[in-house]
C-alpha cells in the first residue's frame, strides 16, 4: 500500500490531464513507469490497479551488481520519447528484496531532475538505513525523492503492517487523494477538529497504527534502530565470511545490507538439481525450526536467501544455520530426496 | 479498501480486455458504474484510483425514501448503451451513512442478471443487519452480489479497522489480483505451505485482523451480535419516536436502522441560519461531551445525525441527547451565536 500511495500520486501529478475526474484513457500520452527487473511485484499490482496496465512499467536491467542500469535507463526513456510515449516515474529500489541492493538514488535523481521525471524510491526494505551510521551512505540520495514508501515493520522491527509514504508535494499529494463529503466536514471545533488524515490517503477508517511506532522511538530512540540495523549488516558480512570459507557453499549475489543469497552446491549438478536440492534444504530448515530461511531466483539460477531482520539474531545462530546447511545437504547427497516429497 | 477490491475486481471481470496488462486505455469502449446519489465518496476515490475517473461513475438520483431510483437506473443505462459506453457495475448500498437507507438490493440483482452487469454491493454499515433476527428482510437480496465490501469494526463492533470483502467468483478475484514473485513461491510444505493471501488483495503485508474477530464470535457467537444490532435499530426508532414529539425537533430522513437524522427547527429560520445553528449545538455537545452527534446535509439541508453503533448505549442516553439538543438550542436563540464561533 505505502508504494501504491506514491505512484498514484505520481500517476496524476504526470497525466497531464485531470486524470481523477477524466481517467487513463484522457491522457494525451501514454505513460511510462520505469523500474530495474529486481522491483517487487508489488509495482506490477499498482500498475493494474491504477488502471495503467502492467504494459506501462519498463523493466531495465540490472547490472551485476542488482542495481539498475543507468544506461539502459537513458535509452529506454530516449527511446519512449521518440514512440510518444510519456516517460512518467523512475521508481528506483532501496534494499531489493531478492539481494538488498540499492540503486544509484542520486544518480537517478539527477535524471529525473534534468528530465522532469517524478522520483519514487521504494524504501520498504532500506530507507532506514538512514538512521545507520555506519551504513547510511549505502542510500545517499534518498531524500531527493518526490514519494517515498518505507515499512515501519521492517527497518524499525515494529509488529507488522505499519508502512508509511512520503510525498514531498503536500498540495499534489492531497490533490491526488481528498474528497468533499457532505457527511465529513471539517470543523475548527469539536472532534473534527483538525486536518483529515484521509485526505492523504485510501483508507476513510484506519488504525492507529502509529502510536506502537510513537512509543517505540520515545522508548528506545532512533538511535538505538540505527544500532541495530548496523549490526544487522554486520552479521550478513559475517555470514558471508562463514559461506566464503566453506567449498561446498556458493555465494550468490554481493551481500550490501541485511540480505545474503547463497546455496549448496557440491558440484557436478545442473540448475534443475541445485533448485532440487536447495529447496529441500530450505524445507527442512523451516520443518524443524532451526531457521525461517526463504528462497528466491536470481540471474535465473536458485538460491537461499537470508534477511536478518531481527535484533535478537546472534552470530551464534548463523553459525547453526552454516552447519544445519552443510548438514542437510550432505544428508540428501547420501539420500536423495524421494519423488514426492518435492516442495512445489 | 473493502469496496475498492471489489470493484476492481468488477473493473477487470467488465473490462473486455486483459486490464492488468494492458490498462484502462486499451479497453474497447469506456465502463459505466452506477451508484444513488448517497453513495459514500469512497467511491469517488476508487473511480479515481482504478484509472476510470470520476465521470465513469454515474450518480443515479435517489427517491423519498434515499433509495436508488430504478427507473432512473434502467433510463441510464439504457442511454449509456446507446452512447458506446458499456454499463459494467451497480453499486448498491445497503446502509447509506447520510442516512442508513438500504437500496432496493433484489430488484437490482434481477436488473445485474438480466443486463449481465456486476453487482457489488457496499454493505460496510448495513452488511451485519443478516445476522439480525428482526430486520434481516431489509437486506434480502444481499447474497446475490457479486461482490460484497463489509465494516466489521462497524456492523460487529470491533476495533477498528477490519474491513472484509467477499468476491463470488475466486478465480476472477484471484486473477485480478495474483502476481507471480520468484521470492514467494508457493511450497507444499514449510511455512509458505498455504495459499498466498496478497493474492487476493493489495497489501502483500498485512496483520492478523481476523484473529480480533474470530475470537468475538467464538466468545459470544454471530446471534449476540445479531441481538445488539436489532437493539440499536430498536433504539434508533425510540429516538425517532422522541423526536416526534418535540415540536421544536424535525425529522430528516425516514429512521431505517440505526441512523437517525434530524434537526433543532424553531421556524422562522432559512437553511443558513439553521445550518448555523444545528452546527453550533453539534459542536457544544461533542465539546461538553454529551454525545458524539455528526451532521450531514440530505436534499440539501443540513441535520444532525446520530449512528448509534455502540452496545452500550441506553435509552437514557437518547433523552439526554434530546434535552440537550432542545436547551442548547433554546440557549443560542436567547444568545444568538458570536461570529467569530462558527465552526466551519
Not at 472532534?191 to 492523504?200: G, M, Q
Given at each position: 500500500m505505502a508504494n501504491i500511495i506514491g505512484l498514484m500520486a505520481a500517476r496524476n501529478a504526470m497525466a497531464g490531464v485531470d486524470l481523477r475526474q477524466e481517467g487513463v484513457d484522457a491522457m494525451p500520452q501514454p505513460l511510462r513507469f520505469y523500474a530495474s527487473d529486481q522491483v517487487h511485484t508489488c509495482h506490477h499490482k499498482a500498475?493494474?490497479?491504477l488502471g495503467l496496465g502492467k504494459k506501462s512499467l519498463c523493466k531495465i536491467p540490472s547490472d551485476d551488481a542488482f542495481r539498475?542500469?543507468?544506461?539502459?535507463?537513458?535509452?529506454?526513456?530516449?527511446?519512449?520519447?521518440?514512440?510518444?510515449?510519456?516517460?512518467?516515474?523512475?521508481?528506483?529500489?532501496?534494499?531489493?528484496?531478492n539481494t538488498g541492493s540499492i540503486d544509484d538514488l542520486s544518480a537517478i535523481a539527477d535524471l529525473c531532475a534534468a528530465e522532469g521525471l517524478w522520483m519514487h524510491i521504494d524504501g520498504c526494505i532500506g530507507a532506514l538505513i538512514v538512521l545507520a551510521p555506519r551504513h547510511r551512505h549505502l542510500v545517499t540520495g534518498i531524500a531527493r525523492a518526490d514519494s517515498l514508501a518505507l515499512d515501519l515493520h521492517k527497518g524499525l522491527q515494529a509488529p507488522f503492517d505499519v508502512g508509511c509514504t512520503l510525498v514531498r508535494d503536500r498540495r499534489q499529494h492531497r490533490i491526488t487523494f481528498a474528497e468533499d463529503a457532505e457527511y465529513l466536514q471539517k470543523m475548527s471545533r469539536g472532534?473534527?477538529?483538525?486536518?483529515?488524515?484521509?485526505?492523504?490517503s485510501l483508507d476513510t477508517t484506519r488504525g492507529f497504527r502509529a502510536l506502537k511506532i510513537w512509543m517505540m522511538i520515545k522508548e528506545h530512540g532512533a538511535q538505538k534502530f540505527g544500532r541495530l540495523i548496523d549490526q544487522g549488516i554486520a552479521q550478513a558480512q559475517y555470514l558471508t565470511g562463514l559461506i566464503a570459507d566453506q567449498p561446498l557453499l556458493?555465494?550468490?549475489?554481493?551481500?550490501v545490507i541485511d540480505i545474503v543469497c547463497f546455496r549448496f552446491n557440491p558440484g557436478g549438478r545442473d540448475e534443475a538439481a541445485l533448485r532440487e536440492l536447495n529447496t529441500e534444504i530450505m524445507l527442512r530448515m523451516q520443518e524443524t525450526g532451526v531457521a525461517a530461511v526463504s528462497d528466491t531466483t536470481v540471474k535465473g539460477r536458485h538460491c537461499l536467501r537470508v534477511a536478518i531482520c531481527n535484533h535478537r539474531t546472534r552470530r551464534m545462530d548463523l553459525d547453526l544455520l552454516v552447519q544445519e546447511v552443510l548438514r542437510i545437504g550432505s544428508d540428501l547427497l547420501a539420500t536423495p530426496i524421494a519423488a514426492e516429497s518435492g516442495g512445489r
Open positions: 500498475m493494474n490497479l539498475m542500469d543507468m544506461g539502459a535507463l537513458k535509452a529506454q526513456i530516449r527511446a519512449d520519447c521518440d514512440q510518444g510515449i510519456k516517460p512518467a516515474c523512475v521508481i528506483a529500489t532501496a534494499g531489493t528484496t472532534i473534527a477538529a483538525a486536518e483529515f488524515l484521509h485526505d492523504y556458493d555465494q550468490m549475489a554481493p551481500t
